[in-house]
């Protein structure tokens, strides 16, 4: 509880930021895409491949506003189901993030975000029983903004994902994503 009560307050001092304007800009995005784990925390998974690692389809939503005309801050959300022959994963997060649009290129903006969220890992195994780990991740990523219309844009990317997992017997370790992603993006001024 302490940790969402200090990031509310991050969050409200940061709107306090908000440059004057007639009007503020909201962003509101979400994308789709897959990725590519690694890492300690997921070494030795069996993905019904019998190779390491986990490919995943991953759906993750913000909502932010302009602080300026380039950068935004807003809030990011991330939940994640998979489900697999040896286990099921559920994964949930939840944190800051910042991005920031470059001075338009052709029909778009290149842009680059970065976030930090506190987050929940459930895993179940038929084996072994059920655990829950929390974590603390931080991620960077960029791409380009291809915008449609005055309010709506599609977008393509990476993006690089580093997990830290409080796990009871061992202490903490990491694990690492890299991810492609497209998304829409809309924008109500």
Known sequence: ???IAWFAIA?????????TADALVYEF???????NRGGDIWA?????SGQDGIYQYDFRPHFAVFLNHNTTLGAYFNLSIEDYSAYNLTEIELGPRIGYYFTQMGPGYPFVETRV???ALLYSNHRFGSFTESHIATEIGGG???LLNQNVGV?????YEQHFYDQFETGWISGNKFGVQLGIRAFIY
């Open 1 to 3: 509880m302490k940790r």
């Open 11 to 19: 969050v409200l001092m940061m709107m306090s930021f908000v440059q």
């Open 29 to 35: 995005g979400g994308g789709t895409g897959f990725e």
């Open 44 to 48: 030795g998974e069996d993905n019904d």
């Open 117 to 119: 969220s506190y987050g």
């Open 144 to 146: 380009y903004l291809y």
């Open 155 to 159: 977008t393509g990317g990476l993006y």
